[in-house]
């Protein structure tokens, strides 16, 4: 656990230069604006240890994958968004001396996120070998309003010398992916130009063939005055650079302007993004970085009003929620139905920035409660139009029938995950995307969604788990063998609980599905069982029996849900009695002790009680929680949130607190010793979750919205808003009342703690 970065409720901010943080902050500081993202680089040459990263939405690249040996419906690629030509960069020569931190003393360095203006900033004071001084002042942002640009503002100021200062602002397709397989590089040059102050790339990828052109465009000026530059070129394989020369006086500030734009045939005909990216670089230019900035600032405005969370009394946990919310904001904004959200979003390489069940499991809730209905929709159809792909998916494992097992890990619908035990075992997650279907519709009443769309996926996850259930003669019951739940720590187990519970509880909500399209909307229900070839008899015949003979593992004696056959062979040893020294231990066991231990990754029989909590009395959560939880080691970003929200219903504020704090700071104080990877963003949606679902007591119950709020004690009060059905509620507790009040112009009926309630239009119910 690290804890360098400064408490502040609006900003995060890195005081002092320390090399051994500098990937770490990388991640931390990254930026994005849903359509590209880009990593704190630093703009000038750095030959410290750094992960240069700028990341493209859609793109991405089949890297073959690496195994020892094959297996019959085994991935061929693992797809990766890639590492985009590098747009940023300026390399600063000072009388023929290159600026590098890693080479000369650096002070007064504060690098500062502000995460209510969208925009990142960067000050330090670097001496050279020479002795000569200079003070560097650099803004970045990566604009919202127009989600094709960006740019930098790069200021220098001699401090105790008059002499030549040369920039040299380049793009970069000479790049690579840190975790390419076999350090392959995924470009191919398709074009470059360059003229003046103005220069453009245009990359193809291999295989894929996306297309995108960078492009860039500079001004110069001096204290605040533009001066006319005399830029030369500088051309070679996949690089352009434009070098500009000025002497400089002591005292004088020497601002770089760099505009960039980047466009990709994601949105345009290959033969167009190069003028598509004149275009953009054109608005970008033209608007100037004072513009920009300001429409920044009121993009970011505009969300906060909406969506942030207020802490009063607690700046690490104020901060924290904040952060998780930022990253969220900036990597996924919904305009576009074919994108999703990628583990660690735009601030590193690991997880490939593919989709995972983390964007049906823990993203959506918080896009339904903060955005447009349709951000959560879009997400949804993200999986409706791969459902032929996963159908594929589970033809080439054998099933039949127009059986769908949704990938594990995809760009366009394909599994592409390289790891057996998940690949061909972590099934739980065609469950994950189920519920999504069902918690979209709670929360929105977009019933539509199933008749248009969702029965479809339904019945195609269904069929899965009826193929994929075995009948045991021996029990007469039917099992679910050779899986692996959310606790990655086990493998290949049977009977694991929550699979069994989510593929059970999939049965019956198609079967409720199937019902309600046939009631409300007959000629699209034989639309339906025509196009998906249901036999509805017999099918849903094999259904009832499954629901009503599963097998669930289950311990008399404790009284509480076995999360899987054999669990109670294993050495029953808490996670508490480890040893420091050893934690986490993914990054100090072996995996064979792992498998052998009873440590558990992440929420995996807590994961069920989570989401179907309505099944379970609080005497039952609690025993189970008592149970799993101290033999949890959270080594998983997605655990600390579920058990947070867990123990804020069983009334453990203590522990609630504990973990919301583990995850709203799991970045930020990298728990993990992990976060020089990239920041874990679907987690931060997690986040959100143990506060609004957690602390907030949010549910939506009988088509309303339903709160049981309780506070922890290091808390003065805090504030939180949700938009439900059209109406935003503003939810204010502190020790001693909870306010709610409704800022539309609509009544809400709702319940707060088992009492029914209406709050009128922009009144305000006090309890």
Wanted: with cysteine; charged share 25%.
């Amino acid at each position: 656990m690290k804890n360098y970065i400064k408490h502040d409720p609006w900003k995060i901010i890195e005081e002092g230069f320390d090399m051994k943080n500098h990937t770490a902050s990388e991640s931390l500081f990254s930026l994005g604006n849903g359509r590209f993202g880009q990593r704190a680089n630093f703009e000038e040459k750095y030959s410290g240890k750094s992960l240069q990263g700028n990341y493209v939405a859609g793109v991405y690249y089949p890297d073959k994958t690496r195994v020892g040996w094959w297996k019959n419906g085994y991935p061929e690629y693992f797809a990766k968004v890639l590492n985009a030509p590098n747009w940023i960069g300026i390399n600063v020569t000072i009388e023929g001396e290159e600026l590098d931190l890693a080479k000369c003393k650096v002070t007064d360095f504060v690098r500062t996120l502000n995460m209510k203006e969208g925009c990142l900033n960067r000050k330090f004071t670097a001496e050279l070998s020479s002795g000569k001084q200079i003070k560097v002042d650099a803004t970045r942002l990566l604009s919202m309003t127009d989600d094709e640009t960006a740019v930098i503002k790069y200021s220098v100021e001699p401090l105790n010398f008059t002499g030549k200062i040369i920039f040299s602002p380049y793009i970069d397709a000479d790049v690579k992916n840190e975790d390419a397989n076999y350090d392959e590089k995924f470009w191919d040059e398709v074009g470059k130009e360059v003229s003046g102050n103005e220069g453009y790339i245009t990359v193809a990828t291999k295989k894929t063939d996306f297309h995108v052109c960078t492009g860039m465009k500079t001004k110069l000026t001096v204290n605040g005055n533009e001066v006319e530059t005399n830029a030369q070129s500088l051309v070679k394989e996949k690089y352009v650079q434009t070098k500009i020369e000025i002497e400089a006086r002591q005292g004088q500030i020497i601002t770089l302007f760099k505009f960039a734009a980047i466009t990709s045939s994601m949105n345009y005909p290959k033969h167009d993004v190069l003028s598509a990216c004149h275009a953009a670089l054109s608005r970008a230019y033209s608007s100037g970085f004072d513009t920009m900035l300001s429409q920044q600032i009121a993009w970011w405005e505009s969300k906060w009003e909406h969506g942030d969370i207020i802490v009063n009394g607690d700046v690490a946990a104020q901060q924290g929620i904040r952060f998780n919310i930022y990253q969220l904001n900036q990597t996924y904004t919904g305009e576009d139905e074919r994108l999703n959200i990628g583990p660690k979003g735009f601030t590193g390489e690991k997880y490939g920035g593919s989709t995972y069940w983390d964007t049906e499991a823990y993203c959506l809730p918080f896009y339904l409660a903060t955005a447009e209905e349709n951000v959560g929709k879009n997400l949804l159809k993200y999986r409706y139009k791969q459902l032929d792909k996963a159908i594929e998916n589970a033809q080439k494992l054998g099933f039949t029938g127009g059986a769908a097992l949704y990938p594990m890990v995809t760009m366009n619908g394909e599994e592409c995950h390289n790891e057996w035990e998940i690949t061909f075992e972590e099934i739980h997650r065609n469950g994950a995307i189920a519920f999504a279907i069902y918690d979209y519709i709670r929360y929105t009443g977009d019933k539509n969604y199933l008749v248009d769309f969702g029965l479809e996926v339904l019945i195609a996850i269904s069929r899965f788990w009826a193929q994929r259930v075995s009948w045991s003669e021996a029990k007469e019951q039917y099992v679910m063998l050779g899986v692996t739940g959310p606790n990655e720590y086990e493998n290949n187990v049977n009977n694991n609980w929550y699979t069994s519970k989510v593929a059970t509880w999939t049965l019956k909500y198609t079967q409720e599905a199937i019902a309600y399209v046939k009631e409300t909307e007959p000629t699209r229900y034989t639309e339906i069982i025509e196009k998906t070839k249901f036999d509805v008899n017999k099918e849903i015949k094999k259904w009832k029996h499954i629901l009503d003979t599963m097998y669930f593992a289950y311990n008399q004696e404790l009284d509480v849900f076995m999360q899987q056959d054999g669990f109670m062979d294993k050495e029953q040893i808490l996670a508490k009695d480890l040893k420091p020294s050893e934690r986490p231990i993914n990054q100090n066991w072996s995996w064979d002790r792992i498998l052998r231990s009873v440590f558990i990754k992440q929420a995996d029989v807590l994961q069920g009680i989570y989401l179907f909590e309505d099944e379970f009395d609080l005497a039952t959560i609690r025993r189970n929680f008592d149970f799993y939880e101290p033999r949890t080691v959270h080594e998983s970003s997605l655990s600390p949130c579920v058990h947070s929200i867990l123990a804020s219903k069983i009334g453990d504020n203590k522990r609630a607190y504990e973990f919301y704090l583990r995850t709203a700071r799991l970045d930020l104080d990298d728990y993990n010793n992990e976060v020089h990877e990239g920041c874990h963003i679907t987690s931060m949606a997690g986040t959100w979750m143990s506060f609004v679902k957690g602390f907030g007591g949010m549910r939506i119950k009988n088509d309303k919205p339903y709160f049981a709020p309780n506070i922890p004690e290091e808390w003065e009060s805090y504030l939180f808003k949700v938009n439900f059905r059209g109406a935003i509620l503003e939810v204010f507790v502190s020790k001693n009342e909870i306010n709610i009040k409704n800022l539309s112009k609509k009544s809400v009926p709702l319940t707060v703690l088992d009492k029914n309630y209406t709050i009128n239009a922009e009144q305000t119910l006090k309890i």
